[in-house]
């Protein structure tokens, strides 16, 4: 059975073609939920030219469901079902050396994070060159390189000859996400499964990655796509499975799930959505009234603690150039003469795409990097620029705090949650049952309990983290905290529930906020202002609702037409 896929892997992609035929499908393991299932009863299919959308919260089962499909449930899962056929093959029979020939030969994987996929001792044109290798045989060196700048091209890589020669910390994060789908579709599978391939991307470089999806399915190929984001499901998705606590809940044409879903958890997903029409509202109590026609109704937020003050942050002309020993004249310019301020109880908003300046902004303001021009002021002293120091800032830092992205990666791994907690109080130098009233009621404050205090990190599941990093970042009642897409790796129900805690939190304390993000419906619902950086520079700023109704800038119109919409479907379904 070991050869089966082949010559599968080089045939055309015949049109309606059943790729994946699975009943009854169940997922456990013996030392996991008691022995219990984790996947229950999931019917699933696929056929070639077709998107296929699994969708839910995190811990649903989507990415366990997708993985058995290719042998990756793991070493000890135990997999059931009533028919589990891989291209009209019985798979429940399958050997490790059959699912080597089905990965990549017979179905490529593209994951989340290409930087953490692709080899970083390897050039992406040898990483492309091992599936060529392993599923097309014949091929002669100088023809398999050829192959490998044939697919990079496919899948938009200028200059290929010259990518394929750099490693995956060379490349820009889209350049990065594709390079790794030209590894997944080298020897022309017949199926892609596609795990939240969009989710840490931009929207510009998010719609060039689904152009890539959408090309494979003009081409014949099927598409497994698991993904958070109802609107790049509504958007490239012919069908769609919803999976809550490992059993499907709602399926079927994408236009049907997404307007007119029949369970509930479907329509909180929907209602859940955040947006312009949301702002000042409890995503998380939203909720559709059928007796008003479907209609969304949502709870207020509570009214903020105080009107837009004076300014706390200042950021006036600041620069980063990267000169690495190159004369001036020719150095990196992540920043060029960016302003901005912002002020008690609001909050500002920062968005564009990839390698804009964003992050270099934020590690400016908080003091993590010294600008090359200009400065910042912070609660009315300078904060950073030329000839301040980290002493100077010492008595401040605790007034200006940071929720990063990945919390995970920011935690120490070795300290439990009532260490980092602690260590956010450590300004405050309070005894030690004082430290421990307080961190008990700090995780009140963002939905947890004093059970948690014992946990490490890596026990916590993503929401969890991120109340943890935002229970920490308001421990030492700061007047400004910097979120860096706080969300962004968060699905839409765990992501409701934070917009709702910092609206909560920003509200009752009136700190004020910059929000970093490269999802436009998330900034349109927690920001006041709105700021557009585009290759280091301002190119607009203005009231929130004021630029996303009617941009100036070519370059805010280009971002607002990239981003997908919960109303547009790529074809009728």
């Given at each position: 059975m070991s050869e089966i896929f082949t010559s599968e892997a080089s045939a055309p992609h015949v049109p309606g073609r059943?790729?994946?035929?699975?009943?009854?499908?169940?997922?456990?393991?013996?030392?996991?939920?008691?022995?219990?299932?984790?996947?229950?009863?999931?019917?699933?299919?696929?056929?070639?030219g077709e998107c296929v959308a699994l969708v839910g919260e995190s811990g649903s089962g989507k990415s366990l469901t997708a993985r058995s499909l290719i042998g990756l449930a793991g070493a000890h899962a135990r997999i059931g079902a009533q028919r589990f056929e891989i291209d009209g093959r019985a798979a429940l029979a399958f050997r490790e050396r059959d699912w080597r020939q089905v990965r990549g030969g017979f179905a490529g994987l593209v994951m989340q994070d290409a930087l953490v996929s692709l080899d970083p001792l390897r050039t992406v044109g040898r990483e492309i060159g091992e599936t060529l290798a392993r599923h097309v045989k014949?091929?002669?060196?100088?023809?398999?390189?050829?192959?490998?700048?044939?697919?990079?091209?496919?899948?938009?890589?200028?200059?290929?000859?010259?990518?394929?020669?750099?490693?995956?910390?060379?490349?820009?994060?889209?350049?990065?996400?594709?390079?790794l789908i030209a590894s997944a579709i080298a020897a022309s599978p017949a199926l892609v499964i596609a795990d939240e391939p969009t989710t840490a991307l931009d929207v510009t470089v998010q719609a060039q990655v689904l152009a890539v999806l959408e090309a494979r399915l003009r081409a014949g190929v099927g598409v497994l796509l698991i993904s958070h984001d109802l609107a790049v499901v509504a958007g490239i998705a012919d069908r769609v499975i919803v999976m809550h606590r490992g059993e499907v809940v709602d399926s079927g044409p994408t236009r049907d799930v997404l307007e007119r879903p029949t369970h509930p958890y479907t329509r909180q997903l929907l209602a859940a959505q955040p947006g312009a029409q949301s702002?000042?509202?409890?995503?998380?109590?939203?909720?559709?009234?059928?007796?008003?026609?479907?209609?969304?109704?949502?709870?207020?937020?509570?009214?903020?603690?105080?009107?837009?003050?004076?300014?706390?942050?200042?950021?006036?002309?600041i620069g980063k150039r990267y000169a690495h020993g190159r004369p001036d004249a020719n150095a990196f310019v992540a920043l060029d003469d960016v302003s901005f301020d912002v002020r008690e109880g609001e909050v500002l908003g920062i968005v564009g795409e990839s390698g804009s300046g964003k992050s270099t902004s934020a590690n400016i303001v908080l003091g993590l990097l010294a600008p090359t021009s200009g400065e910042v002021a912070f609660l009315g002293e300078r904060w950073n620029g030329a000839g301040v120091s980290e002493t100077q800032r010492g008595a401040r830092r605790p007034l200006m705090?940071?929720?990063?992205?990945?919390?995970?990666?920011?935690?120490?791994?070795?300290?439990?949650?009532?260490?980092?907690?602690?260590?956010?109080l450590h300004s405050q130098r309070l005894a030690r049952r004082a430290v421990l009233e307080r961190s008990v009621t700090l995780l009140e404050q963002v939905g947890l309990d004093a059970s948690y205090l014992d946990r490490l990190?890596?026990?916590?599941?993503?929401?969890?983290?991120?109340?943890?990093?935002?229970?920490?970042?308001?421990?030492?009642?700061?007047?400004?905290?910097?979120?860096?897409?706080?969300?962004?790796?968060?699905?839409?129900?765990?992501?409701?529930?934070?917009?709702?805690?910092?609206?909560?939190?920003?509200?009752?304390?009136?700190?004020?906020?910059?929000?970093?993000s490269h999802d436009l419906d998330v900034v349109q619902h927690v920001s006041d202002r709105v700021l557009v950086l585009k290759d280091g520079r301002a190119v607009e700023t203005g009231a929130t609702a004021e630029v996303f109704a009617a941009p100036q800038a070519d370059y805010t119109k280009l971002l607002l037409r990239s981003a997908p919409d919960l109303r547009v479907q790529r074809r009728a379904a």
């Open positions: 059943t790729l994946v035929d699975v009943t009854g499908l169940s997922i456990g393991f013996d030392d996991v939920n008691g022995g219990r299932p984790l996947v229950r009863g999931v019917d699933l299919s696929i056929r070639a014949g091929q002669s060196r100088a023809q398999r390189t050829a192959a490998v700048h044939a697919v990079m091209r496919d899948v938009g890589i200028a200059q290929p000859e010259r990518r394929a020669a750099q490693y995956a910390h060379e490349l820009s994060g889209g350049l990065r996400q594709r390079a702002r000042g509202y409890r995503l998380g109590s939203a909720r559709f009234v059928e007796e008003r026609g479907g209609v969304i109704v949502r709870e207020p937020l509570p009214p903020r603690a105080r009107a837009v003050g004076g300014v706390v942050l200042s950021a006036q002309g705090r940071y929720i990063p992205q990945d919390p995970l990666s920011a935690f120490d791994p070795r300290h439990s949650v009532g260490r980092l907690l602690a260590d956010g990190p890596v026990s916590l599941s993503g929401g969890q983290r991120q109340r943890i990093a935002i229970a920490r970042a308001i421990a030492s009642e700061p007047a400004l905290i910097v979120c860096d897409e706080p969300v962004s790796a968060l699905d839409v129900y765990v992501q409701a529930q934070v917009l709702d805690l910092l609206g909560e939190l920003q509200a009752r304390s009136g700190t004020a906020l910059l929000f970093i």
